[in-house]
C-alpha cells in the first residue's frame, strides 16, 4: 500500500534521550503492526472489489441467455439456453486448465504464458484467485458471444469444441499480447512498447468482443444463413425471435454486469492518485461508470431514431442492439476518455452497427443475433475512438506516467496511439480468422457443424433435445397448450414440430 507508516528506532530514541533505545524499539514496533494491519485492509478491499466485478461480470451469462432467447425462434429456445450454459461449464474448465496460463503466466517472447497451468504455484506475488475468477468471466463471456452468431443451425457438438478452443487458447493469447505485464503490445511494458505507447484496450473491445464477434462471422460465414433467410432472389426475411421481453430483460442484465465488467477492470481501488486528496482510483471508477452509461445512452437513442428513419418503425430489438453496441464500444476507452467523449463514441457506434447490419444483408450474411455486426465492427471502432480521444492525464493515471507516452490524436498526443491501436486491430482479425476459421472449417468437413435441413425445419429444441421450451395450461379448459396452438388442439407427437 502507498505512503506506508514508516519507524527508525535509532531516529526516535535519539529524540526521546539516553537509555530509550527500548522504548523506541517498542513504540516502532506497534507502529510496524498498525501498519500491517493497513496493508492487509487495503489487500482485502482490493480483493472484494474484484470479486464483486467477477460476480456482476458472471452476471452478464444469465443476461446473454436471455438475450438468446429473445432473439431465437421459440422452437430453439432450449437449444440456445443449453449452449450459454456450456459456454461458462466447458470454458470454466479449459480457462483453468490452459487458458490462463496462457494469458497471464511469464511469457514467451511476448506472444504466450507459459506457468501457471492448471492454477498452479498460484497465487502469485501479483495476483490471487480472484483475479482468476475475474478473467475466466470475461472468457466465458467471448464465447458466449460467438455462439448468438450461428444460432438455430450448428449441432451441439460443435458448440462444445468451439467454446472450449476459443476459452482455452484463441482468446487467453489475445489476451496475453494486450493485458498482460510483458505481453508485445501491452501498454504496461515499462520500455520498447508498441509505437511507444502500447495498445489500449483497457476492458475488451478488441480482447474480447472482437475475439468473439469475428469467431462468429466466420461460424456463421462457414455454415450459410438459416434456411428461409434469404429469398431465391436475394431479398432478406426476417426471422424475428419469438420474445421482446426475454430480449428487453437480457438487456438490462447485461448493462448491469457492464458496471463490473468496466469499472471492474481496473481490478483495484484503493490507490491515491494525489497524496492526501480525495481523488484516487475510486474516482476513475466512477467516471468509468458514468462514460459507460453515456456512451450505451446515446448509441440506444441514435439506434431508435436511426431506424425509425430507415424503417418506419420503433423496433425495440434494434434500440437494444444499439445499447450493447454502445457499451461494446466505449470499453476500449471507458477510463481515459472525458465524459463528453463517450457520447461522439455511442453515437458513431450506432451508426457502425446500422451499416454492418445493412453490409450483411448485401451479402447474405445471417447472424441472428447481429453479433459480428455489434461486437465485431462496433469494438473495432472503439479500439479507433481510443486513439482519436484518450486523455493525457487519464492515460497516465491509469497506465502509469513516463516519458513518451502517448494519447488521443483529436486531444493533441499526435498518432502513435491511433497507430498501435490499428495494429491491434489487424492482429486480431488475422489470429482468430486463423484460427477460428481453420476450426470450423474443420468440423464443417467432418459433417459437425450444420444440423441437416430437416431438423432445422422441425426446430432444434424437439430435433435434439426431446421437447420443447414452453409448456402451460390454458385457464379455461386445462388443456396443454404450445407456442402458436390454439385452446383444446391436440397435441403434437414427438415427431411433430410446434405450429410456430
Known amino acids: 500500500m502507498s505512503g506506508a507508516i514508516t519507524c527508525s528506532a535509532v531516529e526516535l530514541s535519539a529524540l526521546l534521550g539516553p537509555n530509550a533505545t527500548a522504548a523506541a524499539n517498542y513504540i516502532c514496533g506497534q507502529l510496524g503492526t498498525v501498519n500491517n494491519k493497513f496493508t492487509d485492509a487495503a489487500y482485502a478491499i482490493d480483493n472484494t472489489y474484484l470479486l464483486f466485478s467477477a460476480y456482476l461480470v458472471f452476471a452478464m451469462q444469465l443476461g446473454f441467455a436471455m438475450l438468446c432467447a429473445g432473439s431465437v425462434r421459440a422452437k430453439n429456445t432450449m437449444n440456445i439456453m443449453l449452449t450459454n450454459v456450456l459456454d461458462a461449464a466447458a470454458g470454466g474448465i479449459s480457462y483453468y486448465l490452459f487458458g490462463y496460463a496462457f494469458a497471464f503466466g511469464e511469457s514467451s517472447g511476448g506472444f504466450i504464458g507459459i506457468h501457471n497451468f492448471g492454477l498452479k504455484n498460484y497465487p502469485t506475488s501479483t495476483s490471487d484467485y480472484s483475479f482468476f475468477l475475474y478473467q475466466w468471466a470475461f472468457a466465458i463471456a467471448a464465447a458466449g458471444i460467438t455462439s448468438g452468431s450461428i444460432a438455430e443451425r450448428t449441432q451441439f457438438v460443435a458448440y462444445l469444441i468451439y467454446s472450449s478452443f476459443l476459452t482455452g487458447f484463441v482468446y487467453p493469447v489475445v489476451a496475453h499480447w494486450f493485458w498482460s505485464p510483458d505481453g508485445w503490445a501491452s501498454p504496461f511494458l515499462s520500455e520498447n512498447r508498441l509505437f511507444g505507447t502500447g495498445a489500449i484496450d483497457f476492458a475488451g473491445s478488441g480482447v474480447v468482443h472482437m475475439v468473439g464477434g469475428i469467431a462468429g462471422l466466420w461460424g456463421a460465414l462457414i455454415e450459410g444463413p438459416r434456411i428461409g433467410r434469404f429469398e431465391e432472389g436475394g431479398r432478406a426475411i426476417a426471422l424475428r425471435g419469438h420474445s421482446a421481453s426475454l430480449v428487453v430483460l437480457g438487456t438490462f442484465l447485461l448493462w448491469f454486469g457492464w458496471y463490473g465488467f468496466n469499472p471492474g477492470s481496473f481490478t483495484k481501488i484503493l490507490i491515491p492518485y494525489e497524496s492526501g486528496s480525495n481523488y484516487g482510483q475510486w474516482s476513475g471508477i466512477g467516471r468509468t461508470a458514468v462514460t459507460t452509461t453515456l456512451s450505451g445512452c446515446t448509441a440506444a437513442l441514435t439506434t431508435l431514431f436511426g431506424k425509425r428513419f430507415l424503417s418506419g418503425h420503433w423496433m425495440v430489438s434494434d434500440v437494444c442492439n444499439g445499447l450493447l453496441g454502445g457499451f461494446a464500444a466505449i470499453t476500449a476507452g471507458c477510463s481515459v476518455v472525458e465524459p463528453w467523449a463517450a457520447i461522439v463514441c455511442g453515437f458513431i457506434a ?77 492482429v486480431i482479425v488475422g489470429w482468430v480468422s486463423a484460427t477460428m476459421g481453420t476450426l470450423f472449417f474443420i468440423l464443417k468437413r467432418l459433417n459437425l457443424l450444420r444440423i441437416s435441413a430437416n431438423d432445422e425445419m422441425r426446430g432444434m429444441d424437439i430435433a435434439r433435445h426431446g421437447g420443447f421450451a414452453y409448456i402451460y395450461h390454458d385457464n379455461d379448459d386445462e388443456s396443454i397448450q404450445f407456442p402458436g396452438m390454439s385452446p383444446g388442439s391436440p397435441l403434437p407427437r414427438r415427431s411433430d414440430p410446434p405450429a410456430l
Open 350 to 426: 450506432s451508426i457502425v452497427l446500422i451499416g454492418c447490419n445493412k453490409l450483411a444483408e448485401l451479402l447474405k450474411y445471417d447472424d441472428p443475433l447481429e453479433a459480428a455486426q455489434l461486437h465485431g465492427g462496433c469494438g473495432a471502432w472503439g479500439l479507433i475512438f481510443v486513439g482519436l480521444f484518450a486523455n493525457e492525464r487519464y492515460v497516465n493515471e491509469v497506465y502509469g506516467a513516463s516519458p513518451g507516452r502517448h494519447y488521443g490524436l483529436f486531444m493533441g498526443g499526435g498518432g502513435k496511439l491511433l497507430g498501435a491501436q490499428l495494429v491491434q486491430i489487424v
